[in-house]
């Protein structure tokens, strides 16, 4: 009897046990511990091991694509334009933004076909107040200040496209030597910082008795208390990109520590071809000896070396240009005034400026403009893809773990259609680089980029970045990495945005055709 009731027992256990040890097996969370800096009882900093829960493949992958787009569209003159971003983040919420817009020329201008293509990374800090109203606001704003540049040329009141159209076409001069035109739109980007807007809202609210008794007015209640003084307290760096596709130039405008570089491909007599590494804008940090420079010549000669201290503008600040950081810039009984005004009352008092803060200011908006003359297509092609140019526009979490080399084979492999896991010995190979204009570093960073591999998944190329950058093809170094929560995430990777471009000859059958208005313009900018 016993041994006929052991036979259905049995097979009980096989098809019901081993499912349940299966499950148990599959769904068990796995962990990982890290070892973090956080605030000891006496509020210093101790490190200990927090153990945090790791994060599915397929939970990564949705993290990386979760702010990932991308479009394309083609032109009368038979180019495709393609442009992708994404963004991770590892702060909450995320501190960068990007923004671009799109303004086609009249058929009726000279200059015509062509368009002006705008495309801007921010990369903020101190909170996400700057970067936001600069994505919403910087390329309206130097469209603006480019047309009040414009002394000589009466504009038309035909609407907003058509006088966007004339300053687009007589703002910048024919020739690409012409010094003018980088500087008009240095000008315009620097006028369209944000910073001194709460001392436009705190002199409209004093009146002649406040000022001769010195009385100070709560403005803490105005609704445009914090929506000003957030963004100018705040900072962020921006990157922007011009393309004038009717001359064929391209300008990169960069304040703060964001990067830009370019990929060409070229061919020898041989056929054999490499891209050549093109980058367009240097880090602007203290470590960046151009900034050193510019910066000690800005104060007296005592302070040559405490304005910058171990790359840091007075010890603090790493961007040595960025929108807002009014505590950089704001002399010390202005940030007195402003803080109590407007933010004593929410609540949310301003810091203190730096103890060795004497001759402000000592962080600038001004960007620097680099112009170049872009051959938009008359190069040999890769063999696997009509693409022989595109432009890498990201925050410095991406280039905090790749060198400007690692992106343009990255992406040149991607274009080139590599899949799957490619070791990076093997990449220079398959994806051989050439160095063109060289990195201006500004941070004090050691990749180890030597061993490991890289990982070609993702379909999204911005996307395909940030992968990589965040661990490649090591799965379990990524999924590591994505899995620390904010704020403890921010110890180990930044918030990282990219955009990438890149445009093919006639390629105008593939995308869709887009046409131009004034409701697109009035969107768009």
């Not at 058509?162 to 240095?186: H, V, W, Y």
């Not at 520590?257 to 041989?270: K, L, Q, Y």
């Not at 704001?330 to 004593?344: G, I, T, Y």
Request: aromatic share 6%; hydrophobic share 35%; with cysteine.
């Amino acid at each position: 009897m016993l041994r006929r009731a052991w036979k259905p027992l049995a097979a009980t256990t096989v098809l019901i046990g081993t499912p349940s040890y299966l499950y148990y097996t599959f769904t068990k969370q796995q962990t990982f511990d890290l070892a973090v800096k956080v605030r000891g009882a006496d509020g210093k900093p101790v490190m200990t091991n927090r153990t945090f829960s790791l994060l599915s493949k397929n939970a990564v992958r949705d993290r990386l694509i979760e702010n990932a787009s991308s479009d394309s569209f083609s032109r009368p003159d038979n180019t495709l334009w393609k442009y992708a971003t994404a963004s991770v983040a590892a702060n909450d919420p995320l501190e960068d933004a990007h923004a671009h817009a799109i303004i086609a020329r009249d058929p009726s201008d000279p200059s015509a076909p062509g368009d002006w293509l705008f495309f801007t990374v921010m990369d903020g800090h101190g909170g996400p107040h700057t970067s936001r109203l600069l994505s919403k606001t910087l390329i309206n704003a130097v469209v603006l200040e480019l047309s009040s540049l414009i002394h000589s040329i009466d504009v038309p009141k035909s609407g907003l496209l058509e006088n966007l159209k004339l300053i687009f076409r007589t703002s910048l001069p024919k020739s690409p030597e012409d010094p003018q035109n980088p500087e008009r739109i240095s000008l315009a980007i620097q006028n369209a910082n944000s910073v001194n807007a709460p001392l436009s809202v705190l002199a409209a609210n004093l009146d002649a008795e406040s000022i001769k008794k010195n009385i100070l007015p709560d403005l803490s209640k105005h609704p445009l208390a914090l929506q000003t003084m957030l963004p100018a307290v705040s900072g962020s760096c921006a990157l922007m990109a011009v393309f004038d596709t009717a001359h064929r130039h391209l300008y990169v405008a960069c304040s703060g520590d964001s990067r830009a570089v370019a990929g060409i491909w070229e061919e020898n007599e041989e056929g054999q071809g490499s891209w050549r590494v093109e980058v367009l804008s240097e880090d602007q940090t203290g470590r960046n000896p151009n900034e050193l420079r510019r910066i000690q010549s800005e104060h007296p000669p005592d302070e040559a070396g405490s304005v910058i201290r171990a790359g840091r503008v007075l010890g603090g600040l790493e961007p040595s240009r960025a929108f807002g950081d009014a505590r950089y810039k704001w002399p010390r009984d202005v940030q007195d005034v402003l803080n109590r005004a407007f933010l004593v009352g929410n609540g949310q008092p301003l810091r203190p400026p730096p103890s060795t803060f004497k001759t402000p200011p000592y962080v600038t908006a001004t960007p620097v403009v680099t112009h170049r003359d872009f051959d938009f297509g008359s190069v040999a092609r890769l063999s696997k893809s009509p693409a022989s140019r595109f432009v890498v526009l990201a925050t410095d979490g991406l280039w905090d773990k790749l060198s400007s080399e690692d992106v343009v084979a990255l992406v040149g492999g991607h274009l080139k259609g590599l899949k799957g896991v490619v070791s990076k010995r093997a990449l220079p190979d398959l994806v051989p680089t050439t160095s063109g204009a060289p990195t201006v570093e500004g941070k004090d960073k050691k990749r180890n980029n030597s061993s490991g591999s890289w990982s070609f998944e993702e379909e999204n190329i911005s996307s395909h970045l940030i992968r990589n950058a965040f661990g490649g093809g090591d799965a379990e170094d990524l999924r590591k990495l994505m899995s620390i929560p904010a704020p403890l995430a921010r110890s180990y990777r930044d918030d990282t945005t990219v955009t990438v471009v890149w445009w093919e000859d006639g390629q105008e059958g593939n995308a869709k055709s887009v046409t131009f208005s004034s409701d697109n313009i009035k969107a768009k900018l």
